[in-house]
């Protein structure tokens, strides 16, 4: 998907990792997504599924899953959307900042990726 473009990697860190705030203030861990298609059917999701030995036999995890088509969804799909938006356009204003380390690492996926997807 990155070598034909389908995906974009970012890498988000709160600001205080950086300077300007203190550590004390925590780390940037949402867990939102958004894929579309070509007809602009879209699937979001939030939460994670911990794959730690902890996270299988001790937590409770959560993972949801909405689609856009689906009238029961689409106010949780849209919640989704904006959410992932506001972090994606508007970092700073979140408290955040991207640190562009993707280039090489996209390199190296890519290289290492197969021809055919």
Do not use: C
């Not at 996270?55 to 689409?74: A, C, M, Q, Y």
């Not at 919640?79 to 280039?103: A, C, H, K, L, R």
């Amino acid at each position: 998907m990155l070598r034909s473009k389908r995906l974009d990697l970012r890498f988000a860190f709160s600001i205080g990792s950086f300077g300007g705030k203190t550590e004390e203030e925590g780390i940037f861990h949402p867990k939102v997504g958004v894929l579309r298609d070509s007809e602009g059917n879209g699937v979001s999701f939030s939460g994670s599924i911990n794959e730690t030995l902890s996270g299988w036999t001790r937590n409770v995890e959560h993972f949801k899953v909405f689609k856009s088509w689906l009238p029961s969804d689409s106010e949780h799909f849209a919640d989704d959307v904006e959410t992932f938006s506001s972090y994606w356009y508007s970092p700073s204003e979140n408290g955040i900042q991207f640190v562009d380390i993707s280039d090489p690492l996209e390199r190296t996926l890519v290289r290492n990726a197969p021809e055919e997807f």
